[in-house]
């Protein structure tokens, strides 16, 4: 199984800065692709960034020069720098991997549990 814990939300004026972390727990998986996602209420879950094991970011258009997604393999973590924040950036924040048990080709999602970000004044 692979678990994934998140931390770093909160509250946030507008204009501010957050940075999300999400450590995965890994055991007899390989993790291929980590992102985020966001889902705000009332409104579909999607995807904010995304990173693959070889370091290539694909970012949604709207926090593109805003947002920044890392990550360190050696700590099976990922981080996502959220700057100059909006309020309607305000969501619940779920970390996602994709990842595959060691011998087998399939590959299975896995979810955190979110974490809540609010930007407001």
């Known amino acids: 199984q692979v678990q994934l814990v998140e931390s770093g939300g909160g509250l946030v004026q507008p204009g501010g800065s957050l940075r999300l972390s999400c450590a995965a727990s890994?055991?007899?998986?390989?993790?291929?692709?980590m992102g985020w996602y966001r889902q705000a209420p009332g409104k579909e879950r999607e995807l904010v960034a995304h990173i693959t094991n070889g370091g290539s970011t694909n970012y949604a258009d709207f926090v593109k020069g805003r947002f920044t997604i890392s990550r360190d393999n050696a700590k099976n973590t990922v981080y996502l720098q959220m700057n100059s924040l909006e309020p309607e950036d305000t969501a619940v924040y779920y970390c996602?991997?994709?990842?595959?048990?060691?011998?087998?080709?399939?590959?299975?999602?896995?979810w955190g549990q979110g974490t809540q970000v609010t930007v407001s004044s």
């Open positions: 996602n991997a994709v990842a595959r048990r060691i011998g087998y080709t399939s590959t299975v999602g896995y």
């Open positions: 890994r055991s007899g998986f390989l993790i291929n692709a």
